[in-house]
């Protein structure tokens, strides 16, 4: 049974940093894009950032760029999401997704796998 778990969410003020981690389990995702999503109340999931399968090529949504970083370590089969100077916006559920694709893709369709996601939130 293929599993995605995330975890390192929790409350920060504005300005504050968070590490989200997301393991694999099930299968090795080496070979694979992986993204991070989230989703605030009443609004539709958004993507966040992805990574190609060798860490190559990565993708950030406009709003974290400069701010966000995704990275992998495909030996734990774990992805990572560093989030630095959080803005009460970033206030949102963040999920770990998988594809079975190399490629980074901005689509949530892309993804064949979802993590049951973590809470971030900022305060102001």
């Known amino acids: 049974q293929v599993q995605l778990v995330e975890s390192g969410g929790g409350l920060v003020q504005a300005g504050g940093s968070l590490r989200l981690s997301c393991a694999a389990s099930?299968?090795?995702?080496?070979?694979?894009?992986m993204g991070w999503f989230r989703q605030a109340p009443g609004k539709e999931r958004e993507f966040v950032a992805a990574?190609?399968?060798?860490?190559?090529?990565?993708e950030y949504v406009d709003s974290v760029k400069r701010r966000f970083t995704i990275s992998r370590d495909n030996a734990k089969n774990t992805v990572y999401l560093h989030m630095n100077s959080l803005k009460p916006e970033d206030t949102a559920l963040y999920y770990c997704?998988?594809?079975?694709?190399?490629?980074?893709?901005?689509?949530?369709?892309?993804?064949?796998?979802w993590g049951q996601g973590t809470q971030v939130t900022v305060s102001s």
């Open positions: 997704s998988a594809t079975e694709i190399q490629w980074v893709l901005p689509a949530p369709s892309a993804y064949a796998y």
């Open positions: 099930g299968r090795t995702f080496s070979s694979n894009a």
């Open positions: 990574i190609s399968w060798d860490g190559g090529s990565r």
